[in-house]
């Protein structure tokens, strides 16, 4: 009888010590399960691009780590229960890629206008294609498609006024060549959005797409 109490009590302390180990470690089947899951999925979408270094547990996630060509670190997480892979290559990718656009666009605007705009008067929406860009790419503006939102803080006491800016800002959009598909521009008191409507021919035309608030 004493034997067996010893044995239920190593076996006892053999769970506990597993469950704590897994609470802060994770369960080491799933720790490899990661691996072996990301490996798998790197090889398949970035192969010669990133490179498996490492797989962990940590805050009730089990993630991998891979770095690229200048060792530059990347998280890829994997949920078990939907059995997703997080891929945390493409979210930073992704953006990189709309800081860039961003800065790309005030800078077309300044050359082309005139008109200085503060990086945060302009905001972009993004839909690239994943296991295409890496990390500091532009899109080619053939598979991407890109939505602006320019807020500008300068005030416009006439409509007309409001139309002039705006038409010079779609033209030079329009002939960045960026991919560029729908534009939401305005101000205090005005704003025109260009979408299915099409670019505007001339400020008459844009005119007569900007209303009041």
Same mark, same amino acid.
């Given at each position: 009888?004493?034997?067996?109490?010893?044995?239920?009590?190593?076996?006892?302390?053999?769970?506990?010590?597993?469950?704590?180990?897994?609470?802060?470690?994770?369960?080491?089947?799933?720790?490899?399960?990661?691996?072996?899951?990301?490996?798998?999925?790197?090889?398949?979408?970035?192969?010669?691009?990133?490179?498996?270094?490492?797989?962990?547990?940590?805050?009730?996630?089990?993630?991998?780590?891979?770095?690229?060509?200048?060792?530059?670190?990347? =998280?890829?997480? *994997?949920?078990?229960?939907?059995?997703?892979? @997080?891929?945390?290559?493409?979210? !930073?990718?992704? &953006?990189? +890629? $709309?800081?860039?656009?961003?800065?790309?666009?005030?800078?077309?605007?300044?050359?082309?206008?005139?008109?200085?705009?503060?990086?945060?008067?302009?905001?972009?929406?993004?839909?690239?294609? =994943?296991?295409? *860009?890496?990390?500091?790419?532009?899109?080619? @503006?053939?598979?991407?498609?890109? !939505?602006?939102? &320019?807020? +500008? $803080?300068?005030?416009?006491?006439?409509?007309?006024?409001?139309?002039?800016?705006?038409?010079?800002?779609?033209?030079?959009?329009?002939?960045?060549?960026?991919?560029?598909?729908?534009?939401?521009?305005?101000?205090?008191?005005?704003?025109?959005?260009?979408?299915?409507?099409?670019?505007?021919?001339?400020?008459?035309?844009?005119?007569?797409?900007?209303?009041?608030?």
């Amino acid at each position: 009888m004493k034997k067996y109490f010893i044995v239920l009590y190593i076996i006892t302390a053999l769970t506990c010590t597993f469950m704590l180990w897994s609470d802060f470690l994770g369960s080491p089947f799933y720790v490899l399960l990661t691996k072996n899951i990301v490996t798998s999925y790197v090889d398949r979408h970035y192969r010669g691009v990133l490179e498996y270094t490492g797989c962990g547990y940590s805050s009730g996630e089990y993630y991998a780590i891979v770095t690229d060509s200048e060792k530059s670190k990347y =998280k890829m997480t *994997y949920d078990i229960e939907k059995d997703i892979v @997080g891929d945390g290559y493409y979210y !930073s990718s992704y &953006i990189v +890629m $709309k800081h860039l656009i961003r800065a790309k666009i005030r800078e077309v605007i300044s050359v082309n206008t005139g008109i200085e705009l503060d990086l945060d008067e302009i905001m972009i929406e993004l839909d690239v294609p =994943k296991y295409v *860009y890496s990390v500091g790419d532009m899109p080619s @503006g053939y598979d991407s498609i890109i !939505s602006v939102r &320019i807020t +500008m $803080k300068s005030f416009f006491s006439e409509k007309n006024e409001f139309a002039r800016d705006s038409y010079a800002i779609l033209c030079a959009l329009k002939q960045s060549g960026a991919g560029i598909e729908n534009v939401d521009i305005s101000s205090v008191d005005y704003e025109i959005c260009i979408n299915d409507n099409g670019f505007p021919t001339d400020i008459l035309s844009a005119e007569s797409l900007v209303f009041s608030k």
